[in-house]
């Protein structure tokens, strides 16, 4: 939960350097609030018979909130690995460069998170 609010909380910045820890935690906990407001407001749209009437609003509310975040912090992760966050329009290169750990020490982009 702190890594997500940490996050949160850099809405907008996209200079600087995000650890792996920060980047993948922020991400996980997108999959678990997603899959389990999904779970309960299905649940809620069916017994009411409403469907995805109740669901597909609020999935997309969520969506909107953390999209610039995501982006947010998926830019400071490619500048912890010493690359342009423009890496991230590319599909499968993205996932590897998003896994490498951090550059030792400072780099273009700042000082090193795992120092502070």
């Known amino acids: 939960m702190k890594w997500y609010l940490e996050v949160l909380k850099k809405y907008s910045v996209f200079c600087g350097r995000a650890r792996r820890k920060e980047y993948w935690m922020f991400f996980l906990f ?29 999935s997309v509310i969520y969506g909107l909130a953390v999209l610039v975040p995501g982006i947010a912090v998926g830019v400071r992760r490619m500048h912890d ?21 951090s550059d030792p020490g400072d780099n273009e982009y700042g000082p090193n998170p795992k120092a502070a």
């Not at 899959?35 to 669901?55: H, N, P, Y």
């Not at 690995?81 to 750990?101: A, E, H, I, K, Q």
Request: hydrophobic content about 60%; proline content about 4%.
């Open 30 to 58: 997108n999959v678990i609030v997603s899959f389990v407001m999904g779970f309960v407001l299905g649940l809620i749209g069916g017994i009411l018979g409403i469907g995805t009437a109740l669901s597909n609003p609020a």
């Open 81 to 101: 690995t010493g690359r342009s966050g423009w890496w991230l329009l590319v599909p499968f290169v993205n996932l590897v460069f998003l896994c490498l750990d």
